[in-house]
């Protein structure tokens, strides 16, 4: 069965970074796009970014130019980098299977805090 193992959260300085990472199992991973979710207390869920088969990424405009998806299709991982992190990141960061938030699986979850 599908398995997303999200690891990497945790308490950061405002302006930090993290690296989140996704190890995935129970299916062939290089036949999937993955992606990157949050979800904050009291909204909804959201896309952060995502990354094709062959390694196209597509960011929300929210926060590019502050994150980076990447994978590993030796290692079935999809790692997350994020940069100059804000108070407002503060959230649990999902790692899903599939393109598009309607299909596939979701691992769960990671909690980011960012705050003094």
């Known amino acids: 069965q599908v398995q997303l193992v999200e690891s990497g959260g945790g308490l950061v300085q405002p302006g930090g970074s993290l690296r989140l990472s996704c190890v995935a199992s129970?299916?062939?991973?290089?036949?999937?796009?993955m992606g990157w979710y949050r979800q904050a207390p009291g909204k909804q869920r959201e896309l952060v970014a995502q990354?094709?088969?062959?390694?196209?990424?597509d960011y929300a405009a929210a926060m590019k130019g502050r994150v980076a998806i990447s994978r590993d299709n030796l290692k079935n991982t999809v790692d997350l980098q994020m940069n100059i992190l804000r108070p407002e990141d503060t959230a649990v960061y999902y790692c899903?299977?599939?393109?598009?938030?309607?299909?596939?699986?979701w691992g769960q979850g990671t909690q980011v805090i960012v705050s003094s």
């Open positions: 899903h299977q599939g393109w598009g938030e309607n299909i596939g699986s």
């Open positions: 129970g299916f062939s991973f290089t036949d999937y796009g």
């Open positions: 990354i094709t088969r062959g390694g196209v990424t």
